[in-house]
């Protein structure tokens, strides 16, 4: 057992994690869904050995917030993952689960009040961290095309209304100019030149390949989540522009 980071966390410990790397502390907030049935049922995985999976915390529906790994330890959420060539991301950030049955239960909404409990939580530990609203990444942001949650029903625009995470509005989609599988050429690499200076993890060649197509399609279901396909259009490429120029690090 050990005392809760978070002021209104209950403390059920898992014993899947370890130290954080090289003395790391966590600069980045990575949210999950569980992708399981029921809450209780992601709970109970999470905290069994065979699993070798855990998060920091996992909010029930009802707003209820376990804590399962202090955070100074590094809790085994992300897997193989990578942001801004940071490619240890469990020793670089707070896990946290949300309890939703997620695309394989048909993507339902996530409750208000689970949603006001993952505000909170995540205003308490990028209070104490000093963690940037754009380090307030998804699963699928860290891990292109291996994962896809917590999915484009999550509702960033709240998080951001209360100060997490970094967003803009999406630009509405209007056809036009598209970059899609098996293009090629100076206006790809453009592309793949801001997605990767966002953060995502794509090598810049000019091919629009599967890892971009990948790619794509996790920045969609992040930032332009009406429709999440992998083809870049004028609506992803806008978007994706105008998250850039609004970048601190940028000084705007």
């Given at each position: 057992?050990?005392?809760?980071?978070?002021?209104?966390?209950?403390?059920?410990?898992?014993?899947?994690?370890?130290?954080?790397?090289?003395?790391?502390?966590p600069d980045m907030i990575v949210l999950h869904y569980t992708g399981m049935p029921t809450a209780d049922a992601?709970?109970?995985?999470?905290?069994?050995?065979?699993?070798?999976?855990?998060?920091?915390?996992?909010?029930?529906?009802?707003?209820?917030?376990?804590?399962?790994?202090?955070?100074?330890?590094?809790?085994?959420?992300?897997?193989?993952?990578?942001?801004?060539?940071?490619?240890?991301?469990?020793?670089?950030?707070?896990?946290?689960?949300?309890?939703?049955?997620?695309?394989?239960?048909?993507?339902?909404?996530?409750?208000?009040?689970?949603?006001?409990?993952?505000v909170e939580l995540c205003q308490d530990c990028g209070a104490r961290w000093q963690i940037a609203p754009e380090r307030v990444l998804a699963h699928s942001d860290v891990a292109p095309i291996r994962?896809?949650?917590?999915?484009?029903?999550?509702?960033?625009?709240?998080?951001?209304?209360?100060?997490?995470?970094?967003?803009?509005?999406?630009?509405?989609?209007?056809?036009?100019?598209?970059?899609?599988?098996?293009?090629?050429?100076?206006?790809?690499?453009?592309?793949?030149?801001?997605?990767?200076?966002?953060?995502?993890?794509?090598?810049?060649?000019?091919?629009?390949?599967?890892?971009?197509?990948?790619?794509?399609?996790?920045?969609?279901?992040?930032?332009?989540?009406?429709?999440?396909?992998?083809?870049?259009?004028?609506?992803?490429?806008?978007?994706?522009?105008?998250?850039?120029?609004?970048?601190?690090?940028?000084?705007?």
């Amino acid at each position: 057992m050990f005392d809760p980071d978070f002021a209104g966390a209950d403390v059920v410990p898992s014993p899947n994690h370890g130290g954080r790397r090289e003395g790391r502390s966590p600069d980045m907030i990575v949210l999950h869904y569980t992708g399981m049935p029921t809450a209780d049922a992601a709970l109970d995985w999470l905290c069994r050995p065979e699993s070798e999976v855990s998060s920091h915390y996992m909010v029930y529906e009802d707003g209820r917030i376990v804590q399962l790994v202090p955070e100074s330890r590094r809790a085994w959420h992300a897997g193989k993952s990578s942001w801004m060539g940071e490619i240890d991301i469990n020793s670089a950030s707070i896990g946290i689960e949300i309890a939703n049955p997620g695309h394989p239960g048909g993507l339902p909404p996530f409750p208000e009040k689970q949603i006001a409990a993952v505000v909170e939580l995540c205003q308490d530990c990028g209070a104490r961290w000093q963690i940037a609203p754009e380090r307030v990444l998804a699963h699928s942001d860290v891990a292109p095309i291996r994962k896809v949650d917590p999915g484009e029903n999550f509702p960033w625009a709240a998080l951001h209304a209360a100060g997490v995470g970094h967003l803009v509005e999406p630009a509405p989609i209007t056809g036009g100019r598209f970059f899609q599988r098996g293009d090629s050429g100076q206006p790809v690499e453009a592309l793949q030149s801001m997605l990767a200076y966002y953060g995502y993890a794509l090598d810049i060649h000019g091919e629009f390949d599967a890892r971009t197509e990948g790619v794509v399609a996790a920045f969609q279901r992040h930032f332009r989540p009406e429709k999440v396909d992998g083809v870049a259009d004028s609506s992803t490429i806008d978007t994706l522009h105008r998250l850039l120029t609004s970048l601190p690090r940028l000084g705007s």
